[in-house]
T-cell receptor, first 116, second 110 residues
């Protein structure tokens, strides 16, 4: 149980375009989802926390207008990288926690974004 | 800023040896998790230790937690070449937020 999927697993786009990444909890209701970014050879940096039905809380230094997060249902959160630039190229990972999961987080497999 | 700091940053050992990685954190946590990540891949959850636990075992893994020192260690016994990966600790607060350490890159030479 407690499986989280991400789609797409890999995306290449041109500079200036927007990219949407989906994060789904497959077998539990995710009351909270987290989005992380990981640059090569670095650790994961938390970008934002989203609770179902409310606005996301962004970490300091993360532009909310650039990284749009929507958590419209208990099984789906989306991250949209708007007007992507090469410096946005990174590995984006989501995680989810839910009711009765004792604050444990379950991570998706990640999405590799490359902006040309 | 990252809550956790890990040392060593890189560790290279021979197959069969034990590998020990340490992690320190700054704020109070509800639990601490260790993850493994192969290059360019997602995270694999290894083990979770709660704040009221001091030691936990899972197969060849042994994790300790010292809340007074705000530190944790991960021991991999009888290492194998397939254990080569990056290892991260992540402290979870009561709010459910995880803060990751910088990670240790482990290389196990056959």
């Amino acid at each position: 149980g407690a499986v989280v999927s991400q789609h797409p697993s890999r995306v290449i786009c041109k500079s200036g375009t927007s990219v949407k990444i989906e994060c789904r909890s497959l077998d539990f209701q995710a009351t909270t989802m987290f989005w992380y970014r990981q640059f090569p050879k670095q650790s994961l940096m938390l970008m934002a926390t989203s609770n179902e039905g409310s606005k996301a809380t962004y970490e300091q230094g993360v532009e909310k207008d650039k990284f749009l997060i929507n958590h419209a249902s208990l099984t789906l959160s989306t991250l949209t990288v708007t007007s992507a630039h090469p410096e946005d190229s990174s590995f984006y990972i989501c995680s989810a926690s839910g009711v009765n999961l004792r604050n444990e987080q379950f991570f998706g497999p990640g999405t590799r974004l490359t902006v040309l | 800023s990252q809550q956790g700091e890990e040392d060593p940053q890189a560790l290279s050992i021979q197959e069969g040896e034990n590998a020990t990685m340490n992690c320190s954190y700054k704020t109070s946590i509800n639990n601490l998790q260790w993850y493994r990540q192969n290059s360019g891949r997602g995270l694999v959850h290894l083990i979770l230790i709660r704040s009221n636990e001091r030691e936990k075992h899972s197969g060849r893994l042994r994790v300790t937690l010292d809340t007074s020192k705000k530190s944790s260690s991960l021991l991999i016994t009888a290492s194998r070449a397939a254990d080569t990966a990056s290892y991260f600790c992540a402290g979870n607060t009561n709010a459910g937020k995880s803060t990751f350490g910088d990670g240790t890159t482990l290389t196990v030479k056959p």
